[in-house]
């Protein structure tokens, strides 16, 4: 019998909220996968901020929504689930009446989850993506909610809104926290430096951040060089870049594990 694709390779994998499915699809393939989540997805610790927003949303008081992340989406319904369930209805209704414009894949398929799709989709799931998506568009007095992608405030594209006439009012749902002790981590690194990794998949920019927050860059990208470097998309990619490192292996279009997973085999099967 012809051996699975990835029989003997090494992947080491930093995802947190798919880790089993994504870990699941590699070892199908012969892999073996090094899990190590390197960060944890917590909702806001300060609920009152998110059902302010929703409350506001139900009201109608706004007419396009962004939604960066999928996670966040389903965080703020949570947060309604949890706290004030009975407003859950109004915020979808609402959710049904606005122009919904989305990054990427992930929080458009949260909508279908919900039996609603985007308005306006970005072309490439950037926030670079969603400006150029929208420049040329009318939003002088559009009211827009922006779900941020973790507490990051995203400047540019809240500035961009601005410049543009709109009035924008911001959510975080969630927040990012370590997933793995130092040790853990440190362990990874050593892992990576011993040369006996192949490949290492990162799918978010707080996993990049991790890494780089537990040892010297130079250590760091010197461990990365020793094996090849897989982002699930650009925006990961571009984390990555910002700290001298490129990513050798992306999916070409569909950014998700599947796509991830399938260019992994190929180029793996092409190495010797």
């Known amino acids: 019998m012809e051996s699975p694709p990835l029989a003997g390779r090494t992947i080491a994998v930093p995802e947190t909220r798919e880790l089993e499915v994504f870990a699941a699809m590699l070892e199908r393939r012969g892999a073996r996968v090094l899990r190590c989540p390197l960060v944890a997805i917590r909702d806001a610790p300060d609920p009152a901020p998110v059902l302010a927003f929703a409350r506001a949303f139900a009201q109608e008081a706004f007419d396009d929504v962004v939604l960066t992340t999928g996670e966040g989406l389903r965080r703020i319904l949570g947060c309604i689930e949890r706290h004030e369930p009975e407003l859950r209805a109004a915020f979808l209704a609402a959710l049904g009446r606005v122009r919904k414009i989305t990054r990427g894949p992930k929080p458009a398929r949260a909508l279908r989850e919900l039996g609603m799709k985007p308005d306006i989709a970005a072309a490439r799931p950037t926030t670079e993506g969603i400006i150029a998506s929208l420049t040329g568009l009318d939003l002088k007095g559009r009211r827009v909610g922006v779900q941020l992608y973790g507490t990051e405030p995203n400047r540019p594209l809240t500035e961009f809104l601005e410049r543009a006439g709109a009035v924008v009012s911001t959510v975080a749902p969630y927040v990012y926290a370590d997933g793995a002790d130092d040790a853990?981590?440190?362990?990874?690194?050593?892992?990576?430096?011993?040369?006996?990794?192949?490949?290492?998949?990162?799918?978010?920019?707080?996993?990049?951040?991790?890494?780089?927050?537990?040892?010297?860059?130079?250590?760091?990208?010197?461990?990365?060089?020793r094996t090849l470097v897989a982002a699930v998309g650009p925006v990961v990619a571009d984390a990555l870049s910002r700290h001298g490192v490129s990513a050798r292996l992306m999916p070409e279009e569909s950014f998700f594990l599947k796509p991830l997973t399938s260019a992994l085999e190929e180029a793996l099967r092409a190495r010797t």
């Open 184 to 225: 853990e981590v440190l362990g990874l690194l050593a892992r990576l430096e011993s040369g006996s990794v192949d490949a290492i998949a990162f799918t978010s920019t707080p996993q990049v951040e991790r890494l780089f927050a537990v040892a010297p860059a130079a250590r760091v990208r010197a461990a990365l060089e």
